[in-house]
């Protein structure tokens, strides 16, 4: 080994740290340390916080709403247009029910054939990886 490098290790273990960091050290070992200033005002400043939110939404949900009395509003009835007759109403209002129930029937069958191979896929790979494969 170079002779440089043993007197740097010799030097190095006898280096000694300086007593001033051994007693900053002690000190807020043993719980000496004062604690930081500005921490109690953010607890102040936390604890308020939340006590107006929290005061604030209460008044908010409690707020007595308009009061809203429909007994005493009667309906306004709606005369159909001259010219049309019951069954005439009654037709319209079937066929806009057969339309809207092909249109359903119609989604239905798109997201069946959609999604039943995947969820049918999903359960084989499920099924396959929790039974045990038997080796005759």
């Keep these: 080994?170079?002779?440089?490098?043993?007197?740097?290790?010799?030097?190095?273990?006898?280096?000694?740290?300086?007593?001033?960091?051994?007693?900053?050290?002690?000190?807020?070992?043993?719980?000496?340390?004062?604690?930081?200033?500005?921490?109690?005002?953010?607890?102040?400043?936390?604890?308020?916080?939340?006590?107006?939110?929290?005061?604030?939404?209460?008044?908010?949900?409690?707020?007595?709403?308009?009061?809203?009395?429909?007994?005493?509003?009667?309906?306004?009835?709606?005369?159909?247009p001259e010219g049309t007759t019951s069954r005439q109403i009654y037709a319209s209002l079937g066929s806009m029910g057969m339309v809207l129930q092909e249109a359903g029937n119609r989604s239905g069958t798109i997201i069946f054939q959609e999604t039943f191979p995947l969820l049918r896929q999903g359960l084989e790979t499920t099924k396959n990886a929790i039974t045990p494969k038997n080796k005759p």
């Design 1 to 80: 080994m170079d002779e440089f490098m043993k007197t740097i290790i010799r030097r190095l273990r006898s280096e000694r740290c300086p007593e001033r960091v051994l007693e900053k050290v002690r000190r807020a070992v043993a719980g000496d340390r004062a604690p930081a200033v500005g921490l109690g005002r953010i607890r102040l400043g936390l604890g308020a916080a939340t006590v107006l939110l929290v005061l604030s939404a209460t008044l908010f949900l409690l707020k007595p709403g308009p009061k809203l009395d429909l007994t005493q509003a009667p309906l306004p009835r709606s005369q159909p």
